[in-house]
């Protein structure tokens, strides 16, 4: 660095010094929120923000005010997002999971969850950005354990190099604005089918808040991979998680809602999962849905995610 | 005069098709590469690498008895290509990047500590610019000959070279920008990837057969 670029810094900084103090002073009344981290990574532009008033740190890529993750600074484990918390039912949808794979780090608050409370688990991410793994180590408390690695790759290569059998595999990969493809379509689903111990389940998390043909076409496909198919929403967020699983069993909501209430049975895991369950529960199964299963060669979700579906416009009119 | 319109039709069509190929390009090879940058990178790249060769084969061949009908025969060699990508294209993927069966690097093994074991991704660039040559570089390749060889049927007098050469380019690229358009906003969820392939294709061998015919009816008047 040369000389004059040097002088220009540290005069911004005596400039800025005293303004963000100022702005932390005096601004925080107005304007709650303060910027932690900021940075263009090499697939988003990733944000880390306090909202001190909440007592919040919140994860967010893009523009968009979309939040991928939210942790609370007093307890860092606790799940903040509904739909984090919906997620924890596949855990308790499978009778013992060992090896859970999750695609897609976000801010690390189901690892957290996991590693925390349930410690036996061995539990595999892919995170295909590297400064989001960064990022949750230096701004959302997530640490290793014996039982936790972390692959940088996108989540279809890991899958198809990767020859390990997992007993669940939960998939929370779409931004609401940028959905990779290839992470939709009935091949990919059967990739990671292929990658299922048996009686294993893959949960994936879904955005249905603006009604769109993108969420009715996903859970179309996923009934086309598997055999059992449930619902979980997670209250008003927009958020739902379908499950699929390999199950030779249906699980009825009271099976489900009971073996919820045992794995929490002695834990404070911050919210009541088997309320959950029988709260949010919906059985997919054979319900008609009018979409054809993205396939690679067919899926145009960008336009789909705009459009509305049929019957909805059909009941607007 | 019906000449130089074929002639600006030509470029522009076959400036659409190059684009269009190349967003299908992207869609075709993502689920098997992945979506990295540097996957949409060598993909661009090719396609690049394809039109410099092109121009400057094109170029060349343009000056040895340039015909219509010899413009026809790129465009027919480039939709044939377009056509048959799909074919082959799951072989040439595969073995680009073996992806089910191949061994996992030795590191992988199981983590430990109290530091997150974090294992970094394969280098994707040599699978990538592989899979993109061999499956684009041809037709990229073909359609980089078509503005040269264009520019010399259409150019007639040299006072004017400059208007005829910047007619031509500007033709070319609003085609490129309207392939670009159409596929982004509709064909790709109008018909699957193989199909984009298949009508591209199409439309170049159409094209390529229409100055072909041109050339006999010219020749006959």
Redesign the interface.
Known sequence: MNRPVILAAAAGALVAGPALFWLAAHGAAEEPAVTRYDRESKYYRIRVVDYPKEGRRCLHFARSRGIQSSMFLSDPVKLDLRYSQSMVAALALHPAPQDVLLVGLGGASLPKFIQKHFPDVRLDIVEIDPDVVRVCQDWFEFKGTPNTRVVVMDGRMYLKRSPKQYDIIMLDAYAADRIPFHLTTLEFIQLAKSRLKEGGLMASNLWEHAVNRFYHAELRTFQAAFPRTYLCKAGDSGNIIVFGSLAAEQALKEDWAARAARIAAGKDLGFDLADLVRREYEHLGTQKIAEKPLTDDMAPVDTLRREHPRHFEEAQS | MAMRLGLLATVFIAGAALMSLEMASF?LV??E?????VVWGSLISVFLGGLAVGAVAGGRWADVRPSLAKLGLILLVSGAVALAVPLYADAVLDWCYP??G?P?PAE?G?????????????DMRWPALAAGTLLFGIPALLLGMVSPYAARLFVREMPHLGTSIGQLYGVSTVGSILGTLGTAFYL??L?????LLSLNGLVLVALGLSLAAANRLRRNV
Request: net charge negative.
């Open positions: 869609r993502e689920p590469l992945g979506s990295d940058i992806g089910e191949a996992l992988w199981t983590g430990g500590g109290d530091t997150l074991v974090v294992y970094h991704p394969p790709i969820a018909m699957g990837t193989r199909w």
